[in-house]
């Protein structure tokens, strides 16, 4: 999966080659998953991905900005963000470190 951007296509081409499913199936597989983490984040649940991360959504108060090409204040709206949280594996994964030893408790 080399490239600047991993796509659904290249999800399910991993999926057919390591699992051996169908293209198809393989497909579908993605797509289910992501609508699974889709929609566990449209109804506020944090989804949490085992030496991978957490995605949740957080709420974002009413806020000034300000304009920095004009100076002008304006009203920025409160809205939700969604966020995500590496985990230690994925982050010592990422910096080329052995992972650390994860915790049973």
């Known amino acids: 999966m080399a490239g600047s951007t991993v796509t659904r296509a290249q999800l399910a081409q991993a999926v057919y080659e390591q699992v051996g499913l169908s293209r198809n199936e393989s497909a579908q597989l993605v797509e289910m998953v992501l609508e699974i983490v889709a929609s566990a984040l449209e109804a506020g649940q944090p989804v949490k ?3 991978f991360g957490t995605f949740a959504v957080r709420q974002k108060g009413r806020r000034i900005g300000r304009n920095p090409k ?3 204040e304006v009203p ?3 809205r939700k963000v969604l966020v995500f949280r590496p985990s230690q594996v994925l982050k010592a ?3 080329g470190q052995a992972a ?3 915790d049973d408790a």
Do not use: D
Request: aromatic content about 0%; hydrophobic content about 40%; overall charge neutral.
């Open 100 to 102: 650390p030893a994860e």
């Open 70 to 72: 004009t100076g002008v």
């Open 93 to 95: 994964r990422v910096n």
């Open 76 to 78: 920025i709206l409160p």
């Open 49 to 51: 991905i085992s030496s």
